[in-house]
C-alpha cells in the first residue's frame, strides 16, 4: 500500500503547460477517481505516477518518497489501459501468468497467485479458455487480474471500462468497488464518465485543463460544488443555469430539485413555462421547460405533464445556489446572500 503525491507538478509537451503547478495528495488505501473533460491531462497525470512520462518540473513520492529517478518497474505501481493488450494465443491463465514468469516466480507460487487473484475477479471458470471464447467484461477481468498479481501497493486504471457496454459497465463498477475493498491497494482510476466517478470514488478530483477544480468526496462535489464548472460537470442532465440580474451573479439549480406543479408556487423562484419537450426514462421524467428566452431542465418522479402544457416551476431556497462573476460559489454565509434570494423573485 502506498500514498502518491505530486509537489508543485508542471508537464509540458512541445513548451506548451499541459498541468500547470499541480498540488495533490492521494491517500494510501483510497479510490481516487481523476475526472474531467478529454485532454484535461488525466493520463498524464497516470503516466508521471507509472514514470512512463516523467514530469518538467516539480516532484512525484510514492509513499513519501521522490520516484523521479526511480524505473516503472520498481515503483510497485501496476497500470490497466482502456486498451489493454491481451495475447490472444495464450489461455486465460497463461495470461494472467506471463508477467510472473518473466520475473522468475517459483511454479508452486505461481499456480496459488493466479488462483487466488482469478477466484477475485470470478475468472475461475475460464482459466483454461482462450480470451477469444470469452465477453468483453470477462476479458478486461484479464486484464485486471494481469496488473493484481504483480501485487503493486498502488493500481492505476485508465478508463478500463471505456469498451464495455452500459450493463456491462455497471457490473464491472459494482465489481471494482469490491475489489478495493477486498485488496485494501490504492487505487487512481481515470474516466471522463461522472457517473463512474460518483459511484465508486472515495474522493473525485476533478480537473479542467490541466487545473483540479476540486478535491472532495463524491456527495460534496455534488451538493457543494466549488465552482459552475464542477456545478455542471457533475449531475445529469448538468445544472441549470442563469443570470441573476444583479452584480454579474449567476444562480443555479438541479433538474432533480425543481418541483413542476400546475399550480402556483410559493418559493422566491417560481416561474410559469411551457413543456417543449418530455423524455420518459422509466423510473423518472425529463422536462424541458422554455421560459421567456431561455429553458430549464426539470426531473421528476412521476411522469405528469404533456409537451405543450403550461407549468409551474418553483425551487426551494436551500435547493439554489449562487456563482460569482469568477465562477466560483457564493457561500450561504456571505453578507448578500439573502438579497441574491429576494433578487429570485424579480426573474
Ligand atoms: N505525447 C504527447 N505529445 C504532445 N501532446 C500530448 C502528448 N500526450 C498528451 N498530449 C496533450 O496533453 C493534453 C492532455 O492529454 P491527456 O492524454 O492527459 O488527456 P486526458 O485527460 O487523458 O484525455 P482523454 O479523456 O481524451 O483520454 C492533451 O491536450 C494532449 O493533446
Ligand atoms: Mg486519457
Known sequence: MASIEFVNVTKEF????????????????????????????????????????????????????????IAPGKRGVAMVFQNYAIYPTMSVRENIEFGLKNNKVKKAERTELVESISAAVGLTDFLDRKPSTLSGGQRQRIALARAMVKKPSVFLMDEPLSNLDAKLRAQMRIDLIELHKKLGTTFVYVTHDQVEAMSMADTIVLMNQ???????????????????????????????????????????????????????????????????TREMLGSETLYKINYKDTSFMIKSLEDRFTVNQQVYVSVPTEKMYFFGEDGNRIPTSHPSYSSYIEALRSY
Open 14 to 69: 512541445d513548451k506548451k503547460e499541459i498541468i500547470k503547478d499541480l498540488n495533490l495528495k492521494i491517500e494510501d488505501g483510497t479510490f481516487t477517481v481523476l475526472v474531467g473533460p478529454s485532454g484535461c491531462g488525466k493520463t498524464t497525470l497516470l503516466r508521471m505516477i507509472a514514470g512512463i512520462g516523467p514530469q518538467t518540473s516539480g516532484a512525484v513520492l510514492i509513499d513519501g518518497k521522490d520516484v523521479t529517478d
Open 210 to 276: 490541466g487545473l483540479i477544480q476540486q478535491e472532495a468526496p463524491p456527495e460534496t462535489i455534488y451538493h457543494e460544488p466549488s465552482n459552475i464548472f464542477v456545478a455542471q460537470f457533475i449531475g445529469v442532465p448538468p445544472m441549470n443555469i442563469d443570470e441573476l440580474g444583479v452584480g454579474g451573479v449567476k444562480f443555479g439549480f438541479r433538474p432533480e430539485s425543481a418541483i413542476g406543479s400546475t399550480e402556483a408556487g410559493t418559493t422566491p423562484f417560481s416561474i410559469r413555462g411551457e413543456v417543449v
